[in-house]
Structures are given as C-alpha cells and as structure tokens.
C-alpha cells in the first residue's frame, strides 16, 4: 500500500511539476568544458554523465534539478565526444581515465563552492553512477551522492562513505553483471548498510531515460540492447525519491545520513 501511495504522489507530481527546465550554459572550470544552470549560491548538484556522453537526455536531467531550485553543474568527461552506437560508448567508458573523472568532479565541487553554494551534491547515470560514488568519497565538499544503476567498487572504500549520504537505484531487470544487476545491488547495500538502495520492479538499464536515443524507439532499443521500456511511474518515483534526497541533505544544516 506504501508502494501504491508513492507511486501515486510520484505520478501527480510529474503531471503537476516543473517540465519546462532551465537553459544550460557552455563553461570552462579549472580547464575544463562544462554547463552550468540554476541560480549562482544555491545549493550545489554535480550530474554525470552516461556512457553515452553529455546527451540532451543528460542536459534534460540536469535542467529538470536546476529548475527545482539547485545550481548545477555538467562536466563534461569525454570533452564533446558522443557515442552513436553502444559500440562506441562502450569503447568511451572503457578508455576512460576514471581517476581523472573523479579529479574533474572534484574541480566541479570546487567550482560550485567558490560561487557560495553551501552544500554539494552529486548525482549520476550509468558510467555516471560509479562515477558518482568515487566522487563522494574523494570529496570533503561533497556530502551526498546518488548513484542510477552504475557501481564501480574500485573506486571507494566503504569506511570513505561512512559519513556521507548515499541514495542508489537500480532496475530489477537490470542484465549489466557487476555493475548495475541485481547482485550488484545487494552488494552495494552490504558494503554501505547505512544507504538507500531501491530496486525498481519492471524495468531495468537506463530506466529513468523518457528518450529512447540514439535509438529510434523503445523497441529498437530493446530489441538492440535488451532495456525493457520506459516507465513513466517507476521514472516518477525515483525522481521523487532523488528530490527528497536533496531536500534532506542539501538544506544549509542538514546532518542527516
């Protein structure tokens, strides 16, 4: 019943949310290309990106935080490059230098301190999500971090999280052995007993995404990549939860975990 509710307040406040979003701005921050949106002092939200690169889908996530009240900021990894086909993406994320990554995450934190944002949050998708968890235990800027369907446990230490806020979700039909499936959730919620692991029913790899890009439709891109279908009211839920979560721990004295 819980459940039912939830998903129910997820639903109207998508039909009664902000969908307009805020135009994101080209920057450089300590020589590096990003974009920037959201009012300069506001609390401050790091998005990574997918393997793909800085897609519109990832600039539409980063407006849709921006336009609930945060400064955000993009970096962006690859340096303009996008993959077109899951090929290239994969070969993207597999030449990636991840502690470089996270150094260029850590600038973005920097970046947003020294504008005034009083607290730091970090959010990302895919290669984005692993990113994200390096990230927070990197960071002393850095206080809370939510990682969609991407775990890379080279890249923490559970005693560097330990006093961080971390949120995570995952698709329950999620197929990305070691990094986004099933198992690797519940690993995740082993190593790190203090977060938020959800695991969505139905759904599985890059579930929050409302565009089926590069690809033509959702079935294209299942047929091509096995993802099910967008769903709407799991994509709701878990913004819900994502926004509770910076609301929670982006509040000026905010100490919960």
Same mark, same amino acid.
């Given at each position: 019943k819980r459940m039912a509710r939830l998903h129910a307040a997820a639903a109207a406040a998508v039909l009664a949310g902000v969908v307009r979003g805020l135009a994101l701005e080209r920057i450089q921050f300590a020589g590096n290309p990003?974009?920037?949106?959201?009012?300069?002092g506001a609390p401050g939200v790091i998005v990574i990106q997918e393997w793909w690169g800085v897609t519109p889908q990832v600039e539409a996530h980063a407006s849709k935080i921006a336009d609930a009240g945060y400064r955000v900021i993009v970096p962006d990894i690859y340096k303009g490059k996008i993959?077109?086909? +899951? $090929?290239?993406a994969h070969h993207l994320m597999e030449s990636l230098d991840w502690p470089g990554a996270i150094g260029e995450i850590l600038a973005a934190a920097e970046?947003?301190?020294?504008?005034?944002s009083p607290r730091i949050a970090v959010v990302g998708f895919c290669m984005g999500g692993a990113l994200t968890l390096g990230a927070l235990a990197k960071s002393p800027l850095i206080v809370a971090g939510s990682a969609f369907y991407g775990v890379n446990f080279g890249l923490f230490a559970s005693a560097e999280l330990s006093d961080k806020a971390v949120q995570a979700h995952f698709g329950a039909e999620d197929k990305f052995a070691g990094f986004a499936d099933p198992p690797? +959730? $519940?690993a995740l919620?082993?190593?790190?007993?203090?977060?938020?692991?959800?695991?969505y029913p139905g759904v599985g790899h890059a579930f929050l995404n409302d565009s089926p890009a590069p690809y033509a439709s959702f079935q294209e891109r299942t047929d091509t990549l096995g993802f099910p279908a967008y769903d709407p009211d799991v994509a709701a839920l878990a913004w819900t939860r994502l926004f509770d979560f910076f609301a929670a721990h982006l509040a000026p004295h905010s100490t919960e975990l």
């Open positions: 990003g974009l920037v949106a959201g009012s300069v993959g077109v086909d +899951a $090929e290239e970046f947003l301190a020294t504008e005034g690797t +959730a $519940e919620q082993k190593a790190l007993p203090h977060a938020h692991v959800y695991s």
